[in-house]
């Protein structure tokens, strides 16, 4: 009798557990994956959900003025296509929860969603299958996914005030003209947590092409203390001081998650050797703290063009230290960027979220499920019983 009534338990534990994996396997719109790290164990951020769960986001169609090519191209020549509007961003899984609503945003809010193209480099180190995941939550989008062999910058990166920082892929942005196709000659770069609420057209048609000393166009912070971003081994130097000298205009603080950058100069000029070369500076004189940025103040500081600041709302993740709320700056907002220490999408998780943080829960797609406690809490009643 006891054996009976064990058989009967466990196979209806068996049909429950079956019964709720078709469910989810076939519910409309959702798309599970299974994330494992290097090891092939899970990865332990989803340890108690075994399954990474976004939603398929809406479909977004053309306008009737937008320009229409032929579906039937393929690859090599759609990269061509003078009609898309090229967008470069990082997937990595800690942050791909923002890159999936920053890509949601993106489509949401423009007029010719078709005439996307998106561009995504993950770390070589990564065995996780970020084509699946976009293709799946995005069923129409264009995008390709590149390689990022992070061994090119690992001996380059120094130590910064804060441990994200020194992830490989903040660095990828400075090889964006060798990895994405040659064909490619101009990109919008987005860091994974920001949220665009306006045409992207509106920024792919920045003009780069007036001056030939132009190759990234940003918004500028003219009242920001440029100083700041360099050690006193650096402004004590005169070796260093000539840097800025002979610019048209002064140098101004500007950040990097928000660029257009035009690859065809970049790689004309040799513009990531020219990086590069700062950071060797930096692992033997020490001349700055913060990250990949410093080197592109360097480099650019003087020759960006200027976007307006509607662009990038950014700081809204706080200090880099610390994990503090900021409310959005005074003017017209096209873009929200959660720069700093703190994500809406932690924050909203830890039940502590900041005011702005509601303005990007909206375009999350991702489906939260604790289905290890579930299951645990069935098998337990089932038991008892």
Known sequence: MKEMFLFRSIFCLFFFFSTCLLLFSSANGIRSFKIRDNNGHENNEFKDASF???????????????????????LQELLCEPSLVHIAMTLDLEYLRGSLAAVHSVVKHTSCPENLFFHFIISSESDADFASIVQSSFPSLKFKVYVFNVRLVN???????????????NYARSYLADLLDQGVERVIYLDSDVIVVDDIQKLWKVSLKDSSSKVIGAPEYCHANFTRYFSYEF??????????????????????????MDLGKWRKGEYTKRIEKWMK?????????????????????????????????????GDNVADSCRSLHPGPVSLMHWSGKGKPWKRLDAKKPCLVDYLWKPYDLYLQHDHHHHRHRIAKRLADS
């Not at 990474?52 to 393929?74: G, H, I, M, W």
């Not at 001996?155 to 892929?169: G, T, V």
């Not at 000539?242 to 950040?255: A, S, T, V, W």
């Not at 410093?294 to 003087?302: A, I, K």
Request: aromatic share 12%; with cysteine.
């Open 52 to 74: 990474l769960q976004f939603k398929e986001a809406p479909e977004y169609r053309n306008q009737q003025s937008c320009t229409v090519f032929d579906e039937r191209n393929n």
């Open 155 to 169: 001996a380059l990166i120094s130590p910064s005030i804060r441990e994200a920082l020194e992830n490989p892929l």
């Open 235 to 260: 402004w004590s130097s005169s070796e260093f001081l000539k840097i800025f000298e002979g610019k048209k205009k002064r140098p101004c603080y500007f950040n990097t998650g928000v660029m257009v």
């Open 281 to 317: 500076v930096q692992k033997e004189r020490r001349i700055y703290e913060l990250g990949s940025l410093p080197p592109f103040l360097l480099v650019f500081g003087g020759d960006v063009e200027p976007i307006e600041h509607r662009w990038n709302q950014h700081g809204l993740g």
